[in-house]
């Protein structure tokens, strides 16, 4: 009876401790299977024509005459896509229509007064054709069939009027003539909404497709090329097909966002074809490719990340790191040393020790803002740099941060060295320093190392100590210690909390973190191979 | 003495009995050839805070010979050979009455260098405790320390200590190993030659085998006996038999105190008091 109670008891704990180990793998594969899958998508995915002329030219990769061929063969295409928007577009603006109506009227005004007529036929003349013109305009301006038919055909009226021939004018047949047959095209009444719809068209495609081969080049290198990415572009594309509105449900619930088919919307004009044609042409006009960016990893990246990769970002982040514990390390040792070997046990030693305790559970930005306060703001300025911050000031700050880490895990690693070491060594005649420096340092360092580990997944992983004093979201590479330098943890931020940057370049968001956790898996392998090496030379393996 | 001729049967290959030897013939040898340092105490005492560990102690310790002190656990025996080298010093809160003077000076007067102490009076564990390092650098630790740089000087230090500890021979080959490779008795000898190497005139062993199989301690006696020689052996011991084995005076502690000092032979066949009657034939407690 009891033997069986114990039995079950003990399957009871062995099944609880399996279960929790499980959930925690579970839950560990769950936060990171999707974020590593995005991730990855910053360096696997299908890359469009636009991608490989943007490579091209911010990067110089890649063969100047395929591309060419290749942006030669697209164009086909999307001159076709051009011409269909700009058809429809024609008939629809009435400021554009009466522009051009005042245009003729202008030109026939010139035209006419070059003449030297006399002044009554000439008054007669610009009579006539300013009553063309409005006659156009009220034209343009209605949105009635049977009213428009009636002006255009007053104006029609004068085609053979011999006062126009050879003249300008006949230019106001030619626009009635093509109105006449835009009206019997185009549902006037709905000419505001298809106006509205075909703005987001074309927004949709300027970003889908880049500006147009004539356009000037825009300033910023993100509007320079349409979309470079296939999942980017299928975004674009569903904008294109489809428009967005909220609608208020019933009850009051909150707003929804439904999709309305422009399809529906355009259907009985030139423009209901455009949308079969995009859907169906899209990979004629991008050429999508399966791309393998492994260059991700060494590019710099153009302002707001929106191509290149994470190589300065890289770099960064191993420097502050790098230089992180080179502070941190020293300090921390010699710190857990005197705390060890030389501090009594005295009230001065409790207190620092709590100190040290309390100041690992303090926030980062904490330091984040100390850092600022004292190496940015005092430091810098004391020893005559600019007061800005730079790697040094970072660096000191996540030194600073990982500290009492440092010092915890070098204390425990110090005080775990077996007494009679250091009894022998002082037995033989050696000093303190000397016993500390060749005995209990080397059979400390396992556990030492083990805090490095640890310092270096914290300080290589933390923003908001580096957001003050000395991480920058765009820049060079740092030419000394006292320039600013990019690191991932904060770029991911800074993409997150970018106007819409996330949105745009998710990919990259998930590659910086995920590189971030390469890195540091990477960094804390090196560290562990070393800590076994040294290790198993202390076990005389 | 049954259970003693008993306890000595089991290593038939290294038992002697100093007893047998007449200790004047032996001490008045070596007297005139003997350059050791002589240990003196004079009345004593050592305090961990208020507790007393040994107290009022006088006695010499005779150069070129081994002294065995014995005596029940707590008695202050370890004690009172861990303040010669003042190895004690690492335990906080200690204080110290009287005089201990070795060589003429007292360890704990102010001026004394501890540096230079430690390397006349070499210590060795109760543990084999090597540093986790090879055999060679553990061996020339202390010609290190002395400011020993060239290596064939360190080489012939390291294989004069190795053979005057009896190892040489069986590690001569693997001075690069770590001394970790070794088994307990050969580390515990390892440690005796990293003590020899800084050339002490006193060797203090603290229970050196109690961690050890009987022909390990077998190993250590012989080596012990050798050593004698050349050095003055204070031997801290909870085994009678090994004290009878190697010593030729013998010191019986007792709660913090010297009852009798003698000659082991006397000690351990005829003592003056009731008390060490009591402890060496096993009647004690």
Not at chain 2, 18 to 32: E, H, L, S, V, Y
Request: aromatic share 8%; charged share 25%; net charge positive.
């Amino acid at each position: 009876m009891k033997f069986s109670f114990r039995y079950i008891q003990d399957k009871i704990f062995t099944g609880f401790a399996t279960g929790a180990a499980g959930l925690l793998v579970v839950v560990l594969l769950l936060v990171l299977t999707p974020m590593v899958y995005r991730g990855t998508k910053a360096v696997v995915f299908q890359g469009t024509i636009e991608y490989r002329k943007m490579q091209l030219d911010v990067f110089g990769r890649g063969d100047i005459e395929v591309i060419a061929t290749e942006k030669a063969k697209a164009q086909q295409v999307r001159d076709k896509l051009y011409a269909m928007i700009e058809g429809f577009k024609k008939g629809l603006d009435v400021d554009v229509l009466s522009g051009r109506a005042k245009n003729i009227y202008r030109n026939y005004g010139k035209e006419i007064r070059d003449k030297e007529l006399a002044s009554e036929e000439f008054r007669r003349r610009r009579e006539l054709s300013r009553k063309i013109r409005n006659e156009l305009m009220t034209a343009f301006s209605l949105s009635d069939k049977e009213q428009i038919k009636a002006h255009l055909d007053n104006v029609l009226g004068y085609k053979d009027n011999t006062d126009f021939e050879g003249t300008s004018a006949k230019d106001f047949f030619a626009l009635a003539e093509e109105f006449s047959e835009i009206v019997e095209n185009i549902d006037l009444k709905r000419r505001k909404e298809y106006a509205n719809s075909l703005g987001e068209i074309e927004g949709a495609v300027l970003k889908l497709l880049g500006p147009l081969p004539g356009d000037a080049v825009p300033a910023l290198v993100q509007d320079r090329y349409g979309c470079t990415r296939m999942d980017m572009a299928k975004v674009q594309i569903d904008r294109v097909l489809y428009s967005q509105r909220w609608v208020s449900q019933a009850n009051n619930d909150s707003l929804v966002k439904v999709k309305i088919s422009r399809v529906q919307q355009f259907a009985g004009t030139e423009m209901a074809r455009l949308f079969d044609f995009v859907e169906n042409n899209a990979d004629a006009m991008l050429m999508p490719k399966s791309t393998f960016y492994w260059q991700y990893f060494i590019d710099d990246s153009t302002a707001g990340h929106y191509f290149g990769g994470v190589g300065h970002e890289i770099i960064g982040t191993l420097l502050l790191t790098i230089v992180a514990m080179l502070f941190a390390f020293p300090l921390g040792v010699i710190s857990a040393a005197y705390l060890v070997e030389c501090a009594s046990d005295g009230p001065v030693t409790r207190i620092v020790r709590m100190c040290i305790n309390s100041l690992a559970g303090v926030p980062s930005v904490v330091f984040g803002l100390f850092g600022l306060a004292f190496f940015v703001l005092y430091l810098l300025p004391l020893m005559g740099a600019l007061s800005k911050g730079c790697v040094l000031t970072a660096s000191l700050t996540l030194g600073v941060l990982t500290l009492p880490v440092m010092i915890r895990a070098s204390e425990e690693a110090i005080r775990a060295v077996p007494k009679t070491y250091k009894e022998a060594s002082l037995g033989l005649g050696a000093t303190g320093l000397r016993t500390f420096v060749k005995v209990t340092l080397p059979a400390a360092m396992p556990g030492i190392l083990t805090g490095v580990i640890l310092s270096i997944s914290r300080v290589a992983g933390e923003t908001a100590p580096v957001l003050f004093t000395g991480a920058v979201a765009l820049g060079p590479l740092p030419k000394s210690l006292f320039d600013p330098a990019r690191t991932l943890s904060y770029g991911s931020y800074d993409i997150a909390v970018g106007d819409r940057l996330a949105m745009q370049v998710p990919h990259n968001q998930y590659g910086m973190v995920v590189t971030l956790v390469l890195l540091i898996i990477v960094l804390n392998t090196a560290a562990i191979f070393l800590r076994a090496k040294i290790f198993k030379k202390l076990k005389g393996l | 003495m049954a259970v003693m001729t008993e306890k000595t049967s089991n290593i038939n290959s290294v038992s002697k009995f100093k007893a047998n030897k007449n200790p004047d013939i032996i001490m008045k040898q070596k007297d005139d050839n003997c350059k050791c340092a002589v240990v003196k105490s004079e009345d004593f005492s050592f305090y961990y805070g208020d507790k007393t560990g040994v107290k009022n102690i006088t006695m010499e310790i005779y150069p070129c010979s081994v002294t065995a002190i014995i005596g029940p656990s707590g008695c202050g025996k370890s004690t009172f050979l861990r303040s010669i080298n003042r190895i004690n010093d690492l335990v906080l809160n200690t204080s110290t009455s009287g005089k201990l003077i070795v060589d003429g000076h007292n360890v704990y007067s102010k001026n004394t260098n501890l540096v230079e102490l430690r390397q006349r009076v070499g210590m060795v564990f109760q543990k084999p405790n090597p540093f986790p390092k090879s055999i060679f650098d553990n061996v020339v630790y202390g010609a290190k320390l002395k400011g020993i740089k060239n290596r064939s000087k360190l080489q012939q230090i390291a294989e004069e200590s190795l053979k005057s500890a009896a190892l040489w021979d069986e590690v001569k080959n693997d001075l690069r190993k770590s001394a970790f490779a070794l088994s307990g008795g050969q580390q515990q000898r390892l440690c005796i030659a990293r003590a020899l190497a800084t050339k002490p005139n006193i060797l203090l062993m603290d229970e050196p085998c109690s961690a050890l199989d009987p022909i390990a301690t077998g190993k250590i006696e012989d080596l012990i006996d050798k050593l004698q020689t050349d050095y003055t052996i204070v031997i801290v011991t909870h085994n009678m038999q090994q004290a009878a084995r190697v010593s030729e005076r013998t010191a019986f502690f007792c709660l913090g105190e010297l009852i009798e000092y003698d000659q082991t032979a006397k000690i351990f066949r005829n003592p003056g008091k009731k008390q060490t009657e009591d402890y060496v034939t096993g009647r004690f407690g």
